[in-house]
């Protein structure tokens, strides 16, 4: 299984970004898929999941602004954040489980956020 996180970049404040997810080994719609996020210097945390059935969820701190889906054709999760802050910065990975029992099990490399104020 391997799972590539892509879109990372520089933003100004106030913009735009759209990750994805693409896996190959594994059909992301029979299972769930997180993006977690890591600033310099701190822990990874929970941002958003979308689960096998198309449920979401959030961190209170995205909520409003990030939007998770996933592409059951290309075998793609995305997360479009919108109204990026500068506390946005950090590395995003993805990673998927079997279900909300399991541990989060095979992992993205992560691709970096910047957002610049």
């Known amino acids: 299984v391997q799972l590539q996180a892509s879109g990372g970049g520089l933003v100004q404040a106030g913009g735009s970004l759209r990750l994805s997810c693409a896996a190959s080994?594994?059909?992301?719609?029979?299972?769930?898929v997180g993006w977690f996020r890591q600033a310099p210097g701190k822990e990874r945390v929970f941002v958003a999941t979308?689960?096998?059935?198309?449920?979401?969820n959030y961190a209170d701190s995205v909520k409003g602004r990030f939007t998770i889906s996933r592409d059951n054709a290309k075998n793609t999760v995305y997360l479009q954040m919108n109204s990026l802050k500068p506390e946005d910065t950090a590395v995003y990975y993805c990673?998927?489980?079997?279900?909300?029992?399991?541990?989060?099990?095979?992992w993205g490399q992560g691709t970096q956020v910047t957002v610049s104020s």
């Open positions: 990673a998927t489980r079997r279900g909300s029992l399991f541990e989060y099990d095979f």
């Open positions: 080994g594994r059909t992301l719609s029979n299972y769930y």
């Open positions: 979308i689960t096998s059935g198309g449920s979401t």
